[in-house]
């Protein structure tokens, strides 16, 4: 199923019922105008050139607030209570915008009239807006259920529990495109025509698909087994699923039954979808604004470095961020150009390896500054758990398999792990940092992004880096 298709059906929509609604709303409001205003045919109201201007942009302002509702982010098998829900709430906050913004400037012929036109713009917006969703997401439930829509699965694992999961996704709509093998799996009960290939061979396998999402049911007790299996999915950027009972190897992640299926999805987080959406931008602007803002700085930093040690004023390496993919993170060099000749090392106190101007900017942080960058990318958050190296990433998930549920979300400049524990300097610490982590991932939300962002300026000003 394309989703994508899916979401451009309702945002069609919602842009057509907005601007039905909107004028039925413009006709009502003529006839209870004041005579004064100056317009004497209902034609002559609707063509004039303020009118038809905000009519021609409330309908987009429609689509921009359903964005950021979150309505849009899962466009497929939508739940009809939550989509009443939504619609609900979206239409009472858009049409109090719009009634401050535009209706209290109406010059009427009874204050009471006021009231009459919010709840009569309230009940048709809604109407319209509930009722559209409803028929598309009525046609795609019955067109899943009939098989005409699928939701394209993967399953990894042939054994007699991916068998299972295989016979009950295909009831609820899913079309099973086949099976991946591994080789620890001890009993093959898949036909050989329904396998795909091998673990191995995956990558080839996704690049020829068009996959919705992948559920991992292999018949194994080799904890380290199943997690390089999970590790690698992350590049194909679709949800992963995962055997409840194997949540004991997650036990950090909270359990979401899918569908009433006995599945996890491990790519979820507990953000709100409009959470998310307002997180996103709200990042790329204090971004833009923070590189604006700070170029005078930028430019002090970069000739002070550069005159202190000989090499470039940024320090770039490459980071493992959202759903594992790979980024290049930029910050102010703090250290000598042959720090890391002999190989990946954690800073510690007193390190021999930081300039004296780098250990100032470590101190305050404000080697981190150059980061914003990675945020306006879309790279990186101004608040999440901070990105490691794939080297160390290796050796946390051996004594912290969880650490996987960080990349679910964006990593940050700042994060609960870093204003409340600091820097690590060694992989045991990083693990014991990671619980802070976790438990901002367990609670994500934009209060809490607001209260960490205000311990960062802390932390900044007292000098607590180090």
Sequence with gaps: ?????????????????????????????????????????????????????????????????????????????????????????????????????????????????????????????????YTCRAVITHRCLAGIKRKEWAIETVIIGTGAKAKKIADQLSEAGHNVMGHISSSKEMETVIAAEKILGTIEQMPDIMADRHVDEIVVAVDTSETEFLLDILYPLYRYKCPIKLLAEKSHLLAKVKIRTIR?????????????????NIKLWADRLAALAAILLLIPLYIYIMCRIRRESPGTAFFRQERIGYRGKPFHMYKFRTMYTTAEESGPALSSDNDCRVTPFGR??????????????????????????????????????????YYYLLHNVRPGITSLGMVKYGYATSVEQMIERL??????????????????????VNTVITGKGI
Excluded: C
């Design 1 to 129: 199923m394309n989703a994508r298709r899916q979401a451009a059906k309702y945002v069609v929509a919602d842009f057509l019922a907005s601007s039905i609604a909107w004028l039925i709303f413009n006709i009502l409001r003529y006839y209870h105008g004041d005579i004064y205003v100056g317009f004497v045919t209902l034609g002559e109201f609707l063509t004039n050139t303020i009118v038809r201007n905000v009519h021609f942009a409330v309908p987009f302002f429609w689509i921009i607030l359903h964005y950021f509702s979150g309505y849009y982010n899962k466009p497929v098998g939508k739940s009809r209570l939550e989509e009443f829900a939504t619609s609900v709430a979206s239409s009472f906050a858009g049409v109090t915008v719009l009634f401050f913004a535009v209706m209290l400037n109406d010059r009427l012929k009874s204050f009471f009239v006021y009231y009459q036109l919010y709840f009569f713009l309230l009940s048709v917006q809604f109407t319209l807006t």
């Design 260 to 276: 009433g299926l006995p599945l996890i999805d491990l790519t979820d987080s507990s953000m709100s979808e409009a959470a998310k």
């Design 360 to 401: 100032l900017l470590r101190k305050y942080r404000i080697d981190e500054l150059p980061q914003f960058w990675n945020v306006l990318k879309g790279d990186m958050s101004l608040v999440g758990p901070r990105p490691e190296r794939k080297f160390y990433i290796d050796r946390i998930v051996k004594k912290a398999p």
């Design 435 to 456: 619980e802070y982590d976790i438990l901002y991932y367990e609670n994500m939300s934009l209060a809490l992004d607001i209260t960490i962002l205000i311990y960062t």
